[in-house]
């Protein structure tokens, strides 16, 4: 999809992504080996009393979701950033689903502009447990004068 045919608002149903056990310990113990993620005696000392998945996990899981939804397509040129924040703890077991909203739309020049889309991730539990904002720099329609 070409910038051009971005709405502010559009929103994108994202698919539940399932946490489970064995690619949350697998994934924690590559990219964040704290104990509170890979060691469950530890975790049961904790303020949250369980393992917690880590938390670019989480949005990964849902990230992948959205991907299949294939938004952009072609027209992507790169990502610019991307700011996650967190807000309740996400489990294995736990299901995650997803929004993606167009919050902001920015020409740069005549051959593309920066899309912002702000995803809300919510728990089984409807508890909002991310977001995250991130920018995408797609390329506009060009247009013949």
């Given at each position: 999809m070409?910038?051009?045919?971005?709405?502010?608002?559009?929103?994108?149903?994202?698919?539940?992504?399932?946490?489970?056990?064995?690619?949350m310990l697998a994934f924690a113990k590559r990219y964040d080996n704290v104990p509170l993620h890979t060691d469950e005696e530890y975790a049961k000392n904790t303020f949250f009393g369980q393992l917690i998945a880590p938390g670019v996990m989480s949005f990964m899981a849902v990230w992948?979701?959205?991907?299949?939804v294939d938004l952009v397509g072609e027209e992507l040129i790169a990502g610019k950033s991307t700011k996650i924040e967190w807000f309740k703890p996400v489990f294995a077991g736990d299901v995650l689903t997803g929004?993606?909203?167009?919050?902001?739309?920015?020409?740069?020049?005549?051959?593309?502009?920066?899309?912002?889309?702000?995803?809300y991730v919510n728990n089984q539990r409807d508890e909002l447990v991310l977001t995250d904002v991130t920018e995408v720099i797609v390329k506009r329609k060009i247009h013949k004068k």
């Amino acid at each position: 999809m070409y910038f051009d045919d971005f709405k502010l608002n559009d929103t994108i149903e994202i698919a539940p992504a399932l946490i489970k056990k064995e690619e949350m310990l697998a994934f924690a113990k590559r990219y964040d080996n704290v104990p509170l993620h890979t060691d469950e005696e530890y975790a049961k000392n904790t303020f949250f009393g369980q393992l917690i998945a880590p938390g670019v996990m989480s949005f990964m899981a849902v990230w992948a979701n959205y991907l299949e939804v294939d938004l952009v397509g072609e027209e992507l040129i790169a990502g610019k950033s991307t700011k996650i924040e967190w807000f309740k703890p996400v489990f294995a077991g736990d299901v995650l689903t997803g929004k993606a909203v167009i919050t902001k739309l920015t020409e740069r020049n005549e051959k593309n502009g920066i899309v912002e889309i702000t995803f809300y991730v919510n728990n089984q539990r409807d508890e909002l447990v991310l977001t995250d904002v991130t920018e995408v720099i797609v390329k506009r329609k060009i247009h013949k004068k």
